[in-house]
Every structure is written in C-alpha cells, then in structure tokens.
C-alpha cells in the first residue's frame, strides 16, 4: 500500500496508445485490510487498520481510515489518535499469504511471465497475451474483475512500456482502478512527479537531492549525471537519472530470487533486559526457519536488527560455516550477535532477525550424522515435526517451550508487503 | 630486583609465556607477564586470563631478589629485538630498566599485589612423547570446529584408558580419531577429558619439542583443569564442560568398498582441480578400475579433470567432497598412500594411512569425512 496521501481530484488522462505498453503491475488495495473486510463484511465503508494492537505499527489501513492521515509504517499510537473511531485488527498472516496464493494464481492464468514483488503486487508481461486476450487494459479489467469477483478483493493495475512507471502507474490508479501511460507520454508522466515517486528515492535520498536543489523528476532530468551522482552516489546516480528519462531496461523476471527472509517483532515494553530479548530471538529465528523451510532454502548468513527505545535502529549479521534452515542455529546466531551490541544503557524497543545468502536446500551439505541416519538429524526432526503440526493444527499449535509467555502479546509481522520496507 | 641473564633465554621465555596473552585485556594487570627472580639464582615468568595459565623459570644471576609485573607483549618484543649480549633487568622505584649492551629500556610496571594467583598444577597421569603428541594434536583438531556457537564442538574429546590415549575431534561434517599410546603414571588410569582444540594445539606446538611431556589432570572435583609441563615449562587450562556427543557411532561397521592412492599424488591433483570448484562447490572423485578421475565444475563455469592411478576394491564408486575438508584430511596423513574406504556415494567416507599399495591400512588415525549429494 502507498505510503503518500491519499491523492483527489480526477485522474489525469496520458491518452489511450496502447502499442509498446506490455507491462502490468497489478497492486492489491489496502490487501491487508481488504483481506479482513472480506471474513468481516459488517465492517465495509469503515475505517479499519490492520496493526499490533498496543504498540507496533499500522500494516495496512483501509481508506477510511486513510482519510484521517492514516498510513502504512505509522506507529500504532499515532494512527489511533488520528483515527480514535478505528477498528484495529491484528495481523493473520497466515490468511493473508493465502490471500496472496489465490491472487498470484489467478495472475499466473493470465501469463507465465508474472514476476512476483511481495504478497501484494506483482508485474506481469502481457505483450505476447495481445492475441489471446486482448490489449493490455482489456487485460487488466478482467484481472481486476477476476479478483474481484473470485476473491472479493479490490486491485489496482498500472500499465506502462516500463516495470517502474507501470508501478508508479498503479499507485496512481489507486483506489480500485487502472492508468495507462502510452510510452510516448512516458516523459512528461514522469516530469509531473516529484522526485520521492521514483522507484528507490526513500527519505535520505530525496534529502541528499534536495541539498543541490532537485526535489522534482523534472529538474533531476534536467541535471547533469555528474551532479546527481555528487548527491547520491556514482551508481545510484546514473540510475536514478536514468529512471527520470524513463528509462529502465529491466524485464519482467518470472522467478524472483529472494534476498532474505526474516521476522521481526516490536516489544509490548522496551526493555534492556537482554534474556527477555533472547526469549523473542527464539521465535523470531523459529519463524524465520520455519519460512526457509516452507521455501525449501537455506541460508548462509544470518542478521541481527535491534532499535532501540530512541529510535536508532543497528544491524549485525554473521555469516554461518555451513547454510542452515534450523532455528537452533539461526537463533544461536542471533544471540551471539546479540552478545556482541553495546546497548548503551538503552531499552530496546523492537528486535528482528533475518536470514541471508538463500539457497537452495538441496545444495546444503548434511552433518555426519545426518548422512548416516538418512537425513534425519534430531534438530532438523524436531522442527520438520513442528512443521507438519502447524500445518494441521494452525500457526499457533506448537512453538518453543522458552516462549510461550514472553510472545503471547507481542505483534509479529513476517513479510510486510513490499513497499514497506 | 635486579638479575642478569643470557638474551637468547630471556627472549625465548618470555615468547613461550606471553603466547597467549589476550590483546584487549578485560583487566589490565591480565596482559602482563609476572617475573618471579629468587636467591637461587632462579627467575619465573607467568601468566594467567583465568583460563589458561603459563609458567616458565630460567636460570639467572640473580643479585637481589624480587617480584614484577610488566607488559607481556612489550617484553617479549623487546627482548627479541636485543642485540646478542646478557641482559641487565633492574627494578627502580616503580619502573623496570632492561639494559643490553648499548640499549637501554624502561618498562612501566604494574601493581604485583592485583595479580590473580595462578591455578596449582593438577595431580601427574602420565606422560607422552613430545613428538607423538604434536603429530596426534594436529592430526585431531584439524576437524576441530572454529564456531564459537557451538563451544562443545571448539572441544578435543581425549579419552584415556590405561596406556591407550584416543583424541576425537569434530566440526559435524568431519570426523577425526587418533589413538596414541603413553605412559600413564598408575597403571589402568582412566579419565575423559574435553580441552579446547585451540588450547590443546598450542600446548601441542610449543611442548612438543621435548622428548616427554607430562600431562596432569584434575576432573570431577572443584576446577576441571588439563596441565601440561616439559622442559621447566608448565600450561595449564580449563576443560571445556559438557556432554559430548557420541560420535564413536558414526563410523561405517563395514565398507565393502575401498580405494588406495598415493597420498601426495592425490593432493596435488586435489589442489589443481579445486581451483575452479568455486565456494560450497565439490570436487567430484570417480573411482574405477585402477584409476580414479577427479573433477570440478559444471555447466557454463569453469572445469577442470585429472586422473590418477588408485587400486580400488569392490564396485565403482563416485563421490563428491567440499575440497577443503578433503585436502585436511589427505593433509593429516603422513604415509605414502591414503586408503578411503566407502559405503555408499552419500555415506561418510573413511580415510585412513597405509604404508605400502598392497598392505594393511594404519587404523590409529580415522578421518571420516561427509560427502556433499550430487545429482547424477
């Protein structure tokens, strides 16, 4: 979900040129949320955020909610003062990549080439569907209209010649609609913007781009390459003003590597006290294993986050002798990574863990004993066996002993969709 | 305090005793190096971080007695850097002079009285030749794990049971067995003991020079310590604590297959075709009749094969291994051929020395190495 205000006012209309506009980036609205509404139709047409209760922060938000200045990423407090009127839901993860399998299906109907960015969005390559299907906005409403009608779950569908302006194209086509951008209007779409709409300008960018005087894509086009690369870096710099032209070679990749799965937890109290944070790496690695495994991956290098009640965030990461998928081993990681943070003397407010360098499982060499019991090392037993329990009996079924009070109030949040990070 | 002593014996003393000071001292007074000069013409050198324990005597002319504390690393640098003459060390007030020849030192001392007492050496089980011992050390802790997350496994398990002294070491992928024999001090002594691979390295390296070394144990009761002392030289340290796992177990009962090749041959074919097996790649060994083909890299990266004679028995057999962990294990042989015996393509492989093509292999070093599953 987009993290700017809510935009009014009509839509402006780049024309109607289909030809050379073959990518589709399909967004869910407020797909967190949405999801909920679906089980809880009495809720309809209010505002709802989907968040930690007590603390955390705000996942997805419908746009009612939105309405009052509510968006994704916002501390939970903040979002409840905004919107005291608020229905606040906590997370389910489970039903949302559900959710999310049923939505990438319908998607995979339509091409082969659907490159999957997070459980909510994904971009699709349709200039070899023209026959089969139709145009690419024929397309995209019978997307839109598949999900909507199957799912009940509302998307928006940006389509453009590129991958990041079809993506900036969905979020203006939010709520619930469809933009095109005719490859000829590429440019001045683009012009129109400021500079914080383009794919990878967070706030520090935007800063650094300010201090020389660019805050719109239209002067950064306008700036010479070098000046650009001055403010944010050599690569970072030709790409960014390669993206102010429009251009963005990059294709439609169907199967998305992932870089790192993780899990991470804001704390119901901060606290310094590190065998408390120790009880929340054990679930945090328990999840994070847990994905691995689902994904059947390993990892080689597992990473630490820690943010501290004064907002300073810090990240220690430890590469591993041999690539894991057990919580034993990512949590022992974790702990040692933890043991080597100097606190300061502050309390910790949120802690997270994430595991790096995938690959496949099927590359992970087997111990010794392993080897000689048929792949069976009581370890990787104990938590396959938790697996096949969870499968059964549901998420919360089973979990380590040394966590059951310690996570029962906390807000765990396992993949936020993507444009949250 | 104030002693003369030959440079060659100081610097050589003082090496041995600083070796293991920690570079980032919890304490200050822990990176010094203690100098103990008696009226017997005697001068100890100590050190201690509350786990290992170093203690060394010289013989000196010692003109007046006493006791310091100075910076451990300092002195042995400088000591190492002294022109070939005798060396003067004179306590002033609260500085130590070192003068040699025409060079002149002054070393800042630090509080003698803040200095921990040094553990007492355990009770005497028996002793081992110098050489043997380095020779079994280094064989064993080469499959020594070096992730500190898993203490247990930073561990040497060395089991004692009468005049037999089995070391076992393990990283979880490979496995090394030694057994030696010694000379235990009563007859049927049996301990278990598990010491630091890196502690029990070190000890190995610079005591092993001696013809004997005498290992003292202390399990059970209070402090779990292992001693070791040869040459005026004695080491003590902290036995790591708990329950190894039973790793006897892994090795195969039988394997009907096995393959004997010439040790240096098969490691220098190893190194030139592990160049192209890029990090986490194998090196892919097939075994047939009298030869074996090695082999690395797949698809569109780089390749690289060699073959080389090897007399195998029993059926033919691929296998695929992490080439390092293959080359420390042809690496903690010594006989002119190594021997792998197998069970099955993704079941450990055991390697052992043997002396002659058509002989028996040498079953006092077992190094037991996991293959990696490749597809074939």
Redesign the interface.
């Known amino acids: 979900m987009s993290r700017g205000p809510l935009r009014r006012g009509p839509r402006p209309d780049w024309g109607s040129d289909e030809s050379h506009c073959g990518i589709l980036h399909v967004d869910m609205d407020a797909f967190f949320a949405s999801v909920e509404l679906v089980r809880r139709p009495h809720l309809r047409g209010r505002p709802v955020i989907v968040g930690g209760e007590s603390r955390g922060v705000v996942l997805a938000a419908t746009y009612e909610a939105r309405a009052f200045g509510v968006h994704s990423a916002m501390p939970m407090a903040q979002a409840r003062r905004m919107c005291p009127q608020a229905i606040v839901l906590p997370p389910d993860q489970a039903a949302y990549r559900a959710a999310s399998v049923a939505v990438m299906a319908i998607l995979g109907q339509v091409t082969a080439l659907v490159e999957k960015v997070s459980v909510d969005e994904a971009f699709l390559d349709v200039s070899g569907a023209r026959r089969r299907l139709g145009s690419p906005t024929v397309i995209a409403e019978q997307i839109r209209e598949r999900v909507r009608r199957e799912l009940d779950l509302p998307c928006s569908v940006g389509i453009a010649s590129t991958k990041f302006v079809a993506k900036l194209a969905s979020g203006m086509a939010k709520p619930d609609g469809v933009l095109l951008i005719p490859r000829a209007a590429t440019v001045p779409f683009l012009h129109s913007l400021p500079v914080g709409s383009l794919w990878g300008v967070g706030e520090r960018t935007e800063a650094a781009l300010a201090r020389w005087g660019i805050t719109t894509v239209a002067q950064l086009a306008d700036s010479e390459v070098a000046t650009v690369q001055r403010a944010v870096g050599k690569v970072a710099g030709a790409h960014l003003h390669d993206l102010a032209w429009g251009r963005d070679p990059r294709p439609v990749t169907p199967v998305r590597q992932e870089k790192s799965i993780g899990a991470e937890s804001t704390l119901p109290e901060d606290t310094a006290d590190r065998s408390v944070l120790e009880t929340h790496l054990v679930s945090l690695a328990d999840r994070t294993a847990t994905q691995l495994r689902e994904r059947g991956l390993v990892a080689r290098t597992v990473s630490l986050k820690v943010r501290s009640a004064d907002f300073r965030t810090l990240t220690r990461s430890r590469t ?4 894991t998928d057990t919580a034993r ?1 990512v949590s ?2 974790a ?2 990574l933890l043991a080597g943070v100097d606190l300061g003397g502050q309390a910790v407010r949120l802690v997270g863990v994430r595991a790096e360098g995938l ?1 496949a499982s ?2 992970r ?5 392993e ?2 019991d048929d792949g069976h090392a009581p370890q990787r037993r104990a938590e396959q066996a938790m697996d096949e329990v969870r499968r059964r009996f549901g998420a919360g079924a089973v979990r380590a002993a040394s966590v059951v009070d310690a996570t029962s109030r906390t807000s765990t949040i396992l993949e936020p969709p993507g444009d949250l990070s | 305090m104030r002693f003369r002593v030959d440079r060659d014996v100081l610097a050589e003393a003082v090496t041995w005793t600083a070796r293991s000071l920690p570079t980032r001292p919890p304490v200050p007074v822990l990176a010094g190096v203690r100098l103990e000069a008696d009226a017997n013409g005697l001068v100890q050198l100590s050190s201690f971080d509350y786990e290992v324990s170093a203690r060394s005597e010289i013989a000196a002319d010692v003109v007046e007695a006493g006791t310091v504390l100075v910076s451990g690393r300092l002195l042995a640098e400088i000591s190492r850097a002294l022109p070939a003459k005798p060396v003067d060390v004179v306590l002033e007030g609260s500085k130590v002079t070192v003068t040699c020849g025409a060079s002149r030192f002054t070393l800042l001392t630090m509080p003698v009285e803040d200095y921990p007492a040094l553990p007492a050496m355990p009770a005497v089980v028996g002793t081992i030749a110098g050489p043997e011992l380095t020779e079994a050390v280094a064989q064993v802790t080469v499959a020594a794990s070096r992730d500190d997350t898993l203490p247990l496994l930073t561990g040497v398990r060395m089991e004692i049971e009468g005049e037999k002294i089995t070391l076992l070491a393990t990283d979880r992928y490979r496995l090394a067995l030694r057994e030696l024999s010694w000379t235990p001090a009563t007859p049927g002594h049996e301990s278990i003991a598990l010491v630091r691979a890196r502690t029990l390295s070190d000890a190995a390296k610079s005591l092993g020079s001696s013809e004997q070394v005498t290992v003292a144990l202390s399990t059970g009761a209070g402090v779990d310590l292992i001693g070791f002392e040869a040459g005026g030289r004695h080491t003590t340290s902290l036995l790591v604590d708990g329950d190894y796992p039973a790793v006897r177990r892994l090795f195969p009962d039988e394997t009907p297959i096995h393959a004997v090749v010439s040790r240096q041959a098969l490691t220098e074919a190893s190194r030139r075709v592990a160049l192209v097996a890029e990090r986490n790649t194998s090196i892919r060994l097939a075994f047939s009749e009298g030869q074996v083909v090695l082999n690395a890299g797949q698809g569109d990266d780089a390749q690289a094969s060699e073959a080389l004679e090897a007399a195998l028995t029993g059926e033919d057999i691929t296998v695929a291994f992490n080439p390092q962990f293959l080359l420390d294990g042809l690496g903690a042989l010594s006989t002119e051929f190594v021997r792998m015996s197998f069970t099955h393509p993704n079941k450990p492989v055991e390697f052992t020395g043997q002396a002659a093509l058509d002989g028996d292999d040498d079953s006092s070093y077992r190094y037991l190495l996991v293959p990696i599953r490749f597809a074939s």
């Open positions: 591993l002798g041999v690539p081993e022992l990681a702990r040692e690959t099927t590359t060499p087997l111990t010794l004993e080897s000689v």
